[in-house]
């Protein structure tokens, strides 16, 4: 079979469904670094009032996180921590967490899903808001880690002298984690 026979998927039947699924899913699993990658090059360019851009800001989170000796999985959630802001700009950190979810641990998926609410941490003050508001998560045993995170990889990623790793070099890590097996369910983690 080379293509299915119908255009409404009510015909489909469960050879159909195998097939298109092999398709499917060695056909994304060939390209997700590579439309990933492409995701986070749309984060160069306007510095939108900072001293330098979103990718650079990530590639420089990653690289702390990388010599810093952290878990691949979290190094990669550094990497990809805000690559919601193309496509989700008001919930970033949701979307970036949905995206990881399925590859990385739940400590990663919890930090990057949070960042948000923690980042605001250094700023919300300044717009009459609760700087502690990321407080009421503190009974998750994640808290900390994603406290750190913030300080660490996030808030202190802005520096354009900083010699952070290109993009490229990140590649084999983002290749094995992105290689895993998916685990279902864990995207409401």
């Known amino acids: 079979m080379e293509q299915i026979s119908w255009t409404e998927m009510r015909h489909g039947t469960q050879a159909d469904y195998e097939f298109l699924g092999t398709k499917f899913t060695n056909h994304v699993r060939a390209t997700l ?15 939108l009032g900072y001293q330098c851009d979103r990718l650079s800001h ?3 989170s990653a690289t702390r996180a990388y010599r810093n000796d952290e878990t691949p999985d979290m190094v990669v959630g550094a990497l990809f ?10 919930n970033h950190s949701q979307a970036a967490a949905a995206i990881l979810a399925p590859y990385v ?12 609410i923690f980042q ?3 700023y919300f003050h300044h717009f009459g808001n609760d700087r502690e508001a990321r407080d009421r998560y503190q009974s998750s045993p994640y808290y900390d880690r994603c406290v750190d995170f913030c300080a660490s990889y996030d808030q202190n990623c802005f520096d354009p002298a900083y010699p952070a790793m ?8 983002a ?15």
Request: glycine residues 10%; hydrophobic residues 35%.
């Open 81 to 90: 921590h805000d690559i919601g802001d193309v496509f989700a700009p008001e």
């Open 33 to 47: 670094v590579d439309n990933l990658f492409t995701m986070m090059r749309v984060l160069e360019g306007p510095t």
């Open 105 to 116: 641990d739940e400590e990663t998926t919890w930090v990057v899903r949070h960042h948000g």
């Open 58 to 60: 990530s590639l420089q």
């Open 120 to 122: 605001g941490y250094y």
């Open 166 to 173: 290109n993009l490229e070099e990140f590649r084999p890590l």
């Open 175 to 189: 290749t094995e984690v992105f290689s895993r097996s998916p685990q279902m369910g864990l995207a409401g983690a």
